[in-house]
Nanobody
């Protein structure tokens, strides 16, 4: 299983970006997916997750109302839609696939076993 994240870049505060994560290998539609981020000098933290059905999502409090997650099982891709970006959203963003199929992976890193390489998002003030 390999995850390839893309879509990062430099954006002004208040702007928007869409990150993509394409997954190769495995049964994509059977697994929850998540996005995490790591700001400079800080630990990696949970951002959003989506269930294998696409019917349930979870969000960190810091991004509620601004970030949404979606998935296209036919394209084996999960998306992170980021609106009203703030300088504190600057980080490397990682996509991840759940460890167990047909499960609620949630916000814990332990619940994810495959990770993308990360894509940099920089928000200028």
């Amino acid at each position: 299983v390999q995850l390839q994240a893309s879509g990062g870049g430099l954006v002004q505060a208040g702007g928007s970006l869409r990150l993509s994560c394409e997954v190769s290998g495995g049964t994509f539609s059977a697994y929850d997916m998540g996005w995490f981020r790591q700001a400079p000098g800080k630990e990696r933290t949970f951002v959003v997750s989506i269930s294998w059905t696409g019917g349930a999502t979870g969000h960190a409090d810091s991004v509620k109302g601004r970030f949404t997650i979606s998935r296209d099982n036919a394209k084996r891709t999960v998306y992170l839609h980021m609106n009203n970006l703030k300088p504190e959203d600057t980080a490397v963003y990682f996509c991840a696939r759940a460890r167990a199929s047909y499960s609620n992976a949630g916000s814990r890193e332990y619940d994810y076993s495959y990770w993308g390489q990360g894509t940099q998002v920089t928000v200028s003030s």
